[in-house]
T-cell receptor, first 114, second 115 residues
Framework: DQQVKQNSPSLSVQEGRISILNCDYTNSMFDYFLWYKKYPAEGPTFLISISSIKDKNEDGRFTVFLNKSAKHLSLHIVPSQPGDSAVYFCAASRSGGSNYKLTFGKGTLLTVNP | DAGVIQSPRHEVTEMGQEVTLRCKPISGHNSLFWYRQTMMRGLELLIYFNNNVPIDDSGMPEDRFSAKMPNASFSTLKIQPSEPRDSAVYFC?????????????FGPGTRLLVL
């Protein structure tokens, strides 16, 4: 049973436009959410995170929005750049003894066209 | 820092052979994770070490898989005997401390193909 779902395997946008990547989760115990970016032949790298006590976190061109009632989060990239082309993974964790454990979605391949 | 180092980067082996994957975490990091990435299951945690001690191995698929961390700077993931369904990319990651708010730094991965 997939607890973190990224329903769009791929997304293509034009340079300079907004990229919106979506993620849904089913486990209401999740209270911390992260986005990782992965280039080919490299490991995932941390991008941005958000705690469930917030509904928005911004870092430069990247903003993550959290809608707890809908169990939905999204990553906005504005403006998109060709270097943003990568696979983006959504991940979630819960407080408590297993707070080290990240549950990942399967990823969305973002292509930013020049 | 060089980041998390994994070797080999690619491994091709035949069914039934023993496979050993290696990881050197970032110096000073107390937590080490082994992940497996497949098309079917995505990225999943296999085992987690804290201060060289295995804390959670619930993700290890079966007894053919074993992992060790003999010291703070080295860990191995062994598959014996290997099977074609073990073909995947295996990532090692480390973090300064345990906890979701501690950033996990991933190595480049080992792409394993079992024929």
């Amino acid at each position: 049973d997939q607890q973190v779902k990224q329903n769009s395997p791929s997304l293509s946008v034009q340079e300079g436009r907004i990229s919106i990547l979506n993620c849904d989760y089913t486990n209401s115990m999740f209270d911390y959410f992260l986005w990782y970016k992965k280039y080919p032949a490299e490991g995932p790298t941390f991008l941005i995170s958000i705690s469930s006590i917030k509904d928005k976190n911004e870092d430069g061109r990247f903003t993550v929005f959290l809608n707890k009632s809908a169990k939905h989060l999204s990553l906005h990239i504005v403006p998109s750049q060709p270097g943003d082309s990568a696979v983006y993974f959504c991940a979630a964790s819960r407080s408590g003894g297993s707070n080290y454990k990240l549950t990942f979605g399967k990823g969305t391949l973002l292509t930013v066209n020049p | 820092d060089a980041g998390v180092i994994q070797s080999p980067r690619h491994e091709v082996t035949e069914m039934g052979q023993e496979v050993t994957l290696r990881c050197k975490p970032i110096s000073g990091h107390n937590s080490l994770f082994w992940y497996r990435q497949t098309m079917m299951r995505g990225l999943e945690l296999l085992i987690y070490f804290n201060n060289n001690v295995p804390i959670d191995d619930s993700g290890m698929p079966e007894d053919r898989f074993s992992a060790k961390m003999p010291n703070a700077s080295f860990s191995t993931l062994k598959i014996q005997p290997s099977e074609p369904r073990d073909s995947a990319v295996y990532f090692c990651a480390s973090s300064l401390e345990a906890g979701a708010q501690e950033t996990q730094y991933f190595g480049p991965g080992t792409r394993l193909l079992v024929l």
